[in-house]
């Protein structure tokens, strides 16, 4: 926007101001304090660094100008409201606009109201002063003094009234009579004890009484009161004791200034800061309070229960038929929700598709129980939003437990849990929390989180297997393979943390890192040995095939380390060459031209079309470990057969054959006699540190059943 737009703001803002309120300064001079104002707002709403008290700073200034006629903030609020938006194309990226503006319309609300009750107190002060000035003048010239206090009395904008030590209601001002809605006559007839409002506090009347007794001088509060016409209003009251000149108590007088409307927007800002915009259900700061609530009681023995909910296939809804139509679904679920729940329970949705009921006192979990199936019952029916019937299914992790053995952030962690247990069980149904599980699936989720930055630490490590060829019982290669040196689970194998790697996606990094370790590490065998250094054999996961930047990334490592591209070979399973995707069949290709060896690992276990070996740039197979246990006995001939039938299949195809998972001399003979060309497996070495592959390159340990380093 330019400088014009703000000036037409500006403008418009004036209009505004001058039409609503009793400004003293000129149009153009009260256009240009606007104006600065308007950068003010602008400059707020764009920073970088969102700080929404600008606005408050605004209302202050506001109330400063004496902008505060009767409608003058709503027309400021509403112009605000309509202009910000327009902004949107100078918003820094990813600036949630809306959420600015409204946090900006509230913050100048609440500046606004706050500094205009300062100035309510300020004047309530002055008059009160004012007052006791006038009653003291009265006393010393009493015509005189009556006159200037009846003026102010008559002409004060606050309700004022005088009554005697007893409560009775003496006076009351012009004011006091139209807030109220009684005359001065029926004032008089009142005494202070009928204005007790049902729901007073106890403390309210303690003070009121410690001042008749003259205890104290005067007390301020905030207190509701019943009108003539049985409405309901908000005040600030002010109590004052009057004194006679032996310093006894006189008489006592009430300032009060109606704050209803501010109250009113007070509490709508409260329920907005409480409640789901779209659902009037609890928002996820209300459960935060009231499971705080909760818990900051006694606990003895008291139990709480969750209930989380999330629905299934709810992003195929808004996908396919539109959010207006998942706001309708969310709608009702939240309606079914609450009719499944007494009014002692809160039900809250948590954000999207996820919701949370909380039952305290439960009786154990078959109360919790009850609940999910009534729930799960409720849902049943379908929804019908405009011209479509939709189905709602929910899945529920529902966690009842002792108030003195959790607390709210486990408490809801795990339901949430147990929720995705459900969803992992089926869906459309409900799970109850396990100790148990929960321990052990917390425990991974923790190895997953934390996983990336155990890689940059340096707590993984790799750890190398010969690879020796079984017909001289020569070190040919070595495997790669990573371990994890935990700070506080000691060294973890890759059973822990492989699947977890794959499952989020580290394992992409993880591969990255170990395939760069791996080729740093043959650098150095073959600085060291020359042409006896070892092949050095790396996996690659599914995950890594399917990246964009494999070759690339191979190329480079390489490269870095000075390497023969026929010094690595790659690993892959049968898994990660399954589909028709030509992606990773082109890399693999690639990775061929170049000189890469690439292994087929684990072949046997798998339901692999064997003439589609053909097509891949394969170099050798590697036997499942399970061919090991069956060759373990001479007599057992079928799988005999089914070795020597693969081997000559795979020398067919130009193929060397590695046998894996060998660990007694007889098995190393019978793949020998079967023809396999090398074999890895505890005979001949357990995965080792590099020391124990040079120990073995220089003949100082010799082949055959060696432990690791």
């Known amino acids: ?14 209009e505004a101001i001058v039409g609503s309120s009793y400004v003293s300064m000129g149009r153009r001079a009260l256009a240009k304090h606007l104006l600065d104002l308007t950068y003010q707002l602008v400059e707020g709403f764009l920073a970088a660094e969102f700080d929404p008290s600008v606005g408050r700073e605004v209302g202050v200034a506001m109330v400063a100008g004496h902008f505060t006629g009767t409608g003058t903030l709503k027309e400021t609020l509403a112009l605000i409201a309509e202009w910000l938006p327009g902004l949107l194309a100078s918003a820094p990226p990813g600036v949630d606009v809306t959420g600015r503006v409204a946090q900006l319309v509230g913050s100048l609300a609440a500046g606004y109201a706050s500094a205009l009750r300062e100035r309510s107190l300020d004047e309530q002060d002055a008059i009160y002063r004012a007052g006791l000035r006038a009653r003291r003048q009265a006393e010393q010239a009493l015509a005189a003094s009556e006159a200037k206090f009846r003026a102010m009395f008559t002409e004060a904008k606050l309700g004022i009234g005088i009554g005697d030590l007893k409560g009775n209601i003496t006076d009351a001002n012009p004011a006091l009579q139209q807030m109220f809605g009684y005359s001065r006559e029926e004032f008089t007839q009142l005494n202070v004890s009928a204005m007790v409002h049902p729901e007073d506090a106890e403390s309210v ?3 009121y009484v410690e001042l008749v007794r003259g205890e104290r001088d005067h007390f301020r509060t905030e207190k509701r009161f019943t009108t003539r016409d049985g409405g309901e209003i908000w005040t600030d009251l002010t109590v004052s004791l009057v004194r006679d000149e032996g310093g006894e108590p006189a008489y006592q007088v009430a300032l009060l200034e109606d704050v209803s409307e501010r109250r009113r927007m007070q509490e709508r800002l409260q329920y907005q800061a409480y409640h789901d915009p779209l659902t009037a259900l609890a928002n996820r700061q209300m459960v935060t309070e009231r499971l705080e609530q909760i818990f900051a009681g006694p606990a003895s023995r008291r139990r709480v229960g969750l209930c989380f909910l999330d629905l299934d296939g709810f992003k195929v809804v808004n996908d396919s038929l539109g959010h207006h139509v998942g706001d309708q679904l969310l709608k009702t679920v939240a309606s079914r929700l609450t009719s499944c729940c007494g009014p002692e329970q809160l039900v809250a949705r948590m954000g999207g598709d996820e919701f949370l009921i909380i039952v305290e006192d439960t009786a154990g979990e078959a109360d919790m129980a009850a609940l999910a199936d009534k729930i799960l019952s409720a849902m049943a029916a379908p929804v019908r939003v405009d011209d479509h019937s939709l189905t709602v299914r929910t899945s529920i992790g529902v966690v009842e437990r002792p108030v003195a053995d959790t607390n709210p952030a486990d408490l809801i962690q795990a339901a949430d849990i147990t929720m995705y247990q459900a969803k992992a069980g089926g869906k459309a149904r409900y799970a109850m ?10 425990a991974s989720f923790t190895l997953s989180a934390t996983m990336l930055a155990a890689v940059a630490s340096g707590e993984f490590f790799v750890v190398y297997q010969p690879l020796v060829g079984l017909v001289e019982g020569a070190l040919r290669g070595v495997e790669a393979l990573v371990r994890w ?26 591969g990255h890192w170990v395939l760069a370790r791996a080729c740093e590490q043959a650098r150095a065998w073959r600085n060291a040995f020359g042409d006896a250094a070892p092949l050095v054999s790396v996996n690659l996961a599914p995950r890594q095939l399917h990246e964009p930047s494999l070759v690339a990334d191979v190329t480079k490592i390489l490269a870095d380390n000075e390497l023969e591209p026929s010094s690595l070979q790659l690993e892959l399973t049968e898994q990660s060459l399954m589909g028709d995707e030509a992606g990773p069949l082109s890399a693999l290709t690639k990775l061929h031209g170049m000189g890469v060896r690439m292994a087929l ?3 046997g276990d798998g339901y692999w079309n064997l003439p589609d070996l053909r097509r891949l740039p394969l170099r050798e197979l590697k036997l499942a470990g399970s061919f090991a246990a069956g060759l373990q ?17 795979a020398h067919a195809l130009d193929l060397t054959v590695t046998a894996e998972g060998i660990e007694t001399l007889t098995q190393c003979e ?11 497996g505890a005979w001949f070495g357990l995965p080792g540190t590099p020391e124990l592959i040079d120990a073995l390159l220089l003949g100082a340990v010799p082949l055959g059943n060696r432990e690791a380093l």
């Not at 977890?500 to 990094?509: C, D, K, M, P, T």
């Open 670 to 680: 019978s793949f020998q006699a079967l023809g396999c060309d090398t074999g890895q």
């Open 205 to 207: 009347w303690e003070v």
């Open 633 to 649: 006995s001479p007599c057992n001939l079928v799988d005999q057969r089914i070795v020597r039938a693969l081997v000559d299949l």
């Open 1 to 14: 926007m330019t400088h014009a737009d703000y000036e037409a703001f500006a403008q418009r803002w004036t």
């Open 485 to 510: 040196r935990h700070p506080t689970l000691g060294v973890l194998g890759p059973e822990r943390f492989i699947g977890l790697a794959e499952e989020s996606g580290a394992i992409v990094q993880l």
């Open 433 to 442: 929390f396990d100790q148990n599980r929960n321990d052990s699936e917390v």
């Open 601 to 603: 690992d684990d072949f």
